[in-house]
């Protein structure tokens, strides 16, 4: 079991940047993966980036160049570094970490990204 408290987040103009964070209840290291999804209005939730505790990093294709996932091994955090925002990034992102390969079964209580143009 492990549980995730996400921080970060808000109001931004378009271009701007926000940096999300992560901190679970548990060592990253003792973490199969950690990833950050996010869920637009009337829209399924959709993967933004993951990373392994190997370090290896996936992003979704529409943040690539954009968005950074990354992790602080001695604040035991993760973080989403948002950069060029653009309105369709708005969304409800949320944190989670996967236990087992392929499976992302914990879940942050979700923090309001908001883009305007």
């Known amino acids: 079991q492990v549980q995730l408290v996400q921080s970060g987040g808000g109001l931004v103009q378009a271009g701007g940047s926000l940096r999300l964070a992560c901190v679970p209840s548990?060592?990253?290291?003792?973490?199969?993966?950690m990833g950050w999804y996010r869920q637009a209005p009337a829209k399924q939730r959709e993967l933004v980036a993951t990373?392994?505790?190997?370090?290896?990093?996936n992003y979704a294709d529409s943040v690539k160049g954009r968005f950074t996932i990354s992790r602080d091994n001695a604040k035991n955090t993760v973080y989403l570094q948002m950069n060029n925002l653009k309105p369709d990034d708005t969304a409800v992102y949320y944190c989670?970490?996967?236990?087992?390969?392929?499976?992302?079964?914990?879940w942050g209580q979700g923090t309001q990204v908001t883009v305007s143009s």
């Open positions: 989670a970490a996967s236990l087992v390969s392929g499976r992302y079964d914990y």
């Open positions: 548990r060592r990253i290291f003792s973490i199969n993966a």
């Open positions: 990373l392994t505790s190997g370090g290896s990093t």
